[in-house]
């Protein structure tokens, strides 16, 4: 997928400037669409391994419904949101990920996957506390898996 080309050319970020916003932000928003076109959006935490974003949720609701129904999404991560009233601005940096979205069956790949977010949120935390909370709460974790098909961000390049 390709994504549309930015009317502010200038203000498009490079890729390496997109993997570090991806990196630095701590949420985002994932957008779905059921099957007749409703829209479905949802805060999630993640963390991005370079070729794909992870999530973490329960192994039911609507929004693993709505994946069923359509594997299409896109994920906005904003990296900084910085409003400047004095001058009638915000300083803005961005990121969506578009692709297809799926549930990762493969436990190798989930538990990696988990240990990423682990790494990301808990970075202090020990081998021993993160093997304890995978071990209480493997049978009820659900990861899911945004392929990138395509990457754009876009940044205020006032100041």
């Avoid at 609701?61 to 994920?75: M, S, W």
Wanted: aromatic share 8%.
């Amino acid at each position: 997928m390709k994504p549309y080309l930015m009317r502010r050319a200038r203000q498009a970020l490079s890729d390496a400037a997109c993997a570090a916003v991806l990196k630095r932000a701590t949420s985002g928003v994932l957008a779905l669409s059921e099957k007749d076109g409703t829209p479905y959006a949802v805060p999630l935490s993640f963390v991005d391994d370079g070729n794909a974003l992870y999530f973490h949720c329960a192994k039911e609701g609507r929004k693993l419904d709505v994946i069923a129904q359509n594997p299409r999404a896109a994920f906005c991560a904003v990296g900084r949101d910085d409003v400047r009233p004095e001058a009638f601005t915000t300083r803005y940096e961005s990121v969506t990920v578009f692709g297809k979205i799926s549930i990762v069956e493969d436990d190798a790949e989930k538990r990696r996957a988990a240990l990423l977010l682990c790494d990301k949120y808990a970075p202090e935390s020990s081998e021993a506390d993160r093997a304890a909370e995978l071990s209480q709460y493997w049978n009820a974790l659900c990861v899911l898996k945004l392929s990138k098909d395509a990457v754009t961000g876009k940044a205020s390049r006032n100041t």
